[in-house]
């Protein structure tokens, strides 16, 4: 995925243990599309040398504020404007301190005072370095200034010591950075959500299920947290981690999912309904293991709830957005069934290659008629989807 394509990075390395990760940090960004370009300190070279940035960015590596490379000699002007974002990991409690009062001793200190683009950093120190209140209170001024601090994590540390203080592992702050660049078009709107399959128990080791990979939903639930919104996602069994920023509720069975979504709903603006809940359980489920007998077994079943409607008939319902997968007639079930859940939303889907891969191509049909979104991976599809929802909320406001 190249959700950084197009983005220039300045990344700053100051002088920490946890420098040799920014070298993995370069590698990811790379990855994510992004042209980085390092500034390493005094104290970052000596944890990790210029060649290895150099290699990983296949850009210069910049040290020195008085770079003769530079054709104006104006290094710590020249790299910083065409930059997207300056990070700065590790950030050291010296550089931030630093940061704070406005010093300009060294190429990335300088850059960062006459920067236009944001600054992100991501401190990285002993435990208590970390809580000193002098870090304290510059972190607090780094946020009260506009810096975006990153961090940091609990847990081991290289002197041997456990607490606060951890640099973010790369993979986070890639992600930080992805999200950090997101509009923010769902700011401060709280969103429900449900997920997955649902499973509806017949003895205590077998059930009926829907076959549902749950990945559409947490790429939703993703991007609307990515956007600014608080989400939860109530989710039926699946084997996903809690997408970064959402609060995840597990459930098992339709009238788990049903009961944990009514219970958040306080206050949420919208509710999207994307899972794939059973449309029957069982009428009894056995205490105990079913034991084979040789004869007929037959199951009684009675239908489950339909959460999304209960939902959108509630007095003074959220904005109810419902997901349609079929595999024929797409425009004329979708719209039935925007009609008789009286939904403003409904994302249509031919399920045509199965379900469970990583791209998707769908259609999303409201008020004003059928949108059709071109092919795309999962995380793409439900980006455009929220930009579509983000216009209609703004349409009713
Ligand atoms: O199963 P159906 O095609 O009717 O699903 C359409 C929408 O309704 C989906 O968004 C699904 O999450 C929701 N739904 C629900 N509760 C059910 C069945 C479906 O919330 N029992």
Redesign the pocket.
Known sequence: MIELKGRKLVLGVTGGIAAYKAAELVRLLGKAGADVHVVLTEGGARFVTAVTFQALSGNPVWTDLWDPRMGNNMAHIDLTRDADAILIAPATADVMAKLVHGLADDLLTTLCLARECPLLVAPAMNRQMWENPATQRNVGQLRGDGVAVLGPAAGEQACGEVGQGRMLEPEALCEALIDFFQPKLLAGRRIVM?AGPTFEAIDPVRGITNSSSGKMAYGLARACAQAGAEVTLVSGPVALPVPAGVQRISVRS?LDMRDAVLRSLLGAEVFI?????A?YRPVQSADHKIKKTGSELSLTLTP??????EVAGLPNPPFCV????ESRNLDEYAEG?RKA?RLPLVVGNLVQDGLGGDENLVVLYDDAGRHPLPRMPKPDVARSIVAHLAGLLCSRC
């Open positions: 449900t339709a309904g994307v899972a794939a809940v449309d489950n709830p339909d959460i999304l409607a419902g997901f349609a997968a069934k859940k």
